[in-house]
Each structure stands twice: as structure tokens, then as C-alpha cells.
């Protein structure tokens, strides 16, 4: 157990339809990843929050967002979703900002199916 | 895309072999980790070796890094069943994160 939470496990949902996700990081822990993995594409990262703040952003669909509230916990929003967002969405949290020596440790992860 | 690639894409070996794949990346990295993901679950981190290092142990784990070849190689000694999973090299590089394609590794008892 890594001791980061992730919720639902599972989310069906409708095409068009939106979605939040939810994940809070391990105690202590101030940066927030969240990653997407399709069988397609692998392992995609798609956003950070350090401490409240978006720190980096990798290949995040204008359609999603997400947000790093004040008790650290973050919500990945998903909007106008389509067949392709089908996907496991993890969350990961690491003590630091990214640095050389930050560890990140990964939620178990929301398995969304858009139908 | 800066994003790494392991090699082989699949790995079968037998319960006591060593098991080695490889991470080939295309950008400058502060660092490469190894991570481990178990069908469908969440991954675990394995071990970091930051760019000025060469070589890394962690119990079975080796992990070599040559910046020069821009590659990374994992070796797991003395394979268990329960080492079957999948095997992804990550790297950092600014504020970007990219995690490679995996190696699916079987072991047979």
C-alpha cells in the first residue's frame, strides 16, 4: 500500500458525459501527478500541483483540468468525454517539487470506461 | 517523443534465470527510475539512479545508467514468480515527466 488513495475505483459513464476523479496524496506529500494509461499510449503524464500551484503540465487534453486543494488533495476533472478517454487514470504524490531524488508513489489507480 | 523506450517488449524466463531489459531515452534526465506495475494495479517504484550515477543495487535489483548511450538496464537476479509483472524505466527531465513503453516479464516456476 502506497498510501495514496484513489477514488472510485471504477466509473462507467456516456460519451458527452463528465466526470471527477479524486486522490489524495500520502501524508506529508506536496506535489500531485496524474498520469493516464490506455493500452495505446502508454503511460501519458498529464499534470502536477505542488503545494496548491500547477508546477508542470505534460499532454493534458484542453477537455480535462485539474486542481490541488489547500488540504492536498486533487481532483482530475473530465468533460465532453469520448470513446478514446477510456483509460486507467492514476494519481501519484512525491514529497518534493520533481527534484533529482523525488520518488513518486502511485495510487491504484480509477479505471474509467466511456460507453 | 521524448518518451523512453524498453527493449525486449516481452520477457519469458524460467523461475531462478536472470532477467535483463533495457531503457533507450532521447532527452538530457536529472534522473531514471524503475517502476513495477502488476496487472492492472498501480505502480511501485523500484529504484532511482540519479544522472551522475553509473550503477545502483537494491537487493536482486541492478541497475545500470550510461548517459553517454542515453540508455538504463535493469537486471533482476535469481527471478521469482511473483517478479512476473511489468517493468516501466522513467525519466525526469525540467518538470516533464515520461514513462518508457514497459517490458512484460514472465517468470515460470
Known amino acids: 500500500d502506497s498510501g495514496v488513495t484513489q477514488t472510485p475505483k471504477h466509473l462507467i459513464t456516456a460519451t458527452g458525459q463528465r466526470v471527477t476523479l479524486r486522490c489524495s496524496p500520502r501524508?506529508?506529500?506536496?506535489?500531485v501527478y496524474w498520469y493516464q494509461q490506455s493500452l495505446d499510449q502508454g503511460l501519458q503524464f498529464l499534470i502536477q500541483?505542488?503545494?496548491?500551484?500547477?508546477?508542470a503540465k505534460g499532454n493534458i487534453l484542453e477537455r480535462f483540468s485539474a486542481q490541488q486543494f489547500p488540504d492536498l488533495h486533487s481532483e482530475l476533472n473530465l468533460s465532453s468525454l469520448e470513446l478514446g478517454d477510456s483509460a486507467l487514470y492514476f494519481c501519484?504524490?512525491?514529497?518534493?517539487?520533481?527534484?533529482?531524488?523525488?520518488?513518486?508513489?502511485f495510487g491504484p489507480g480509477t479505471r474509467l470506461t466511456v460507453l | 517523443s521524448q518518451q523512453g523506450e524498453e527493449d525486449p517488449q516481452a520477457l519469458s524466463i524460467q523461475e531462478g534465470e536472470n532477467a535483463t531489459m533495457n531503457c533507450s531515452y532521447k532527452?538530457?534526465?536529472?534522473?531514471l527510475q524503475w517502476y513495477r506495475q502488476n496487472s492492472g494495479r498501480g505502480l511501485v517504484h523500484l529504484i532511482l539512479?540519479?544522472?551522475?550515477?553509473r550503477e545502483k543495487h537494491s537487493g536482486r535489483l541492478r541497475v545500470t545508467l550510461d548517459t553517454s548511450k542515453k540508455s538504463s538496464s535493469l537486471l533482476i537476479t535469481a527471478s521469482r514468480a511473483a517478479d512476473t509483472a511489468s517493468y516501466f524505466c522513467?525519466?525526469?527531465?525540467?518538470?516533464?515527466?515520461?514513462f518508457g513503453t514497459g517490458t512484460s516479464l514472465t517468470v515460470i516456476p
Open positions: 501519484a504524490s512525491s514529497p518534493l517539487a520533481g527534484g533529482v531524488t523525488d520518488t513518486q508513489y
Open positions: 501524508s506529508g506529500d506536496l506535489s
Open positions: 500541483y505542488y503545494n496548491g500551484e500547477e508546477r
Open positions: 532527452t538530457s534526465i536529472n534522473n
Open positions: 539512479i540519479r544522472s551522475n550515477e
Open positions: 522513467a525519466t525526469a527531465h525540467g518538470n516533464q515527466f515520461y
